[in-house]
């Protein structure tokens, strides 16, 4: 890999493009069903809830709700985004 590129997984959120870097993804996952956490206090900040990732449970962030764009149910042609952030799973929903 050139240092002097960043190389970036582009994807797309209510029609916007939006980038993140590929070396933070883990891995990319069709549609799954969301599994909401009950009495959730942090919902505001983006949590949507959680997935089971092989026996594993990821927290699920909505980047639409952190970017102010409408929320919206996971559809058939949605994808998962797995990133490792600081040494923990954590999956993004994105169109």
């Known amino acids: 890999m050139n240092p002097d590129f960043l190389d970036i997984l582009v994807f797309s959120l209510d029609g916007q493009r939006h980038g993140v870097p ?3 993804v883990q ?3 069709p ?3 969301i599994m909401p956490v009950p009495n959730a206090g942090f919902l505001e900040r983006g949590f949507e809830g959680v997935i089971n990732l092989r026996g594993g449970i990821v927290p699920v962030l909505s980047l639409r709700r952190r970017f102010g764009m409408p929320v919206k149910g996971v559809a058939l042609t949605d994808h998962f985004i797995v990133l490792r952030l600081h040494d923990r799973l954590t999956a993004v929903h994105v169109d």
Request: net charge negative; proline share 0%; hydrophobic share 80%.
């Open 27 to 29: 891995e990319l996952l």
């Open 31 to 33: 549609a799954l069903a």
């Open 22 to 24: 590929v070396a933070e």
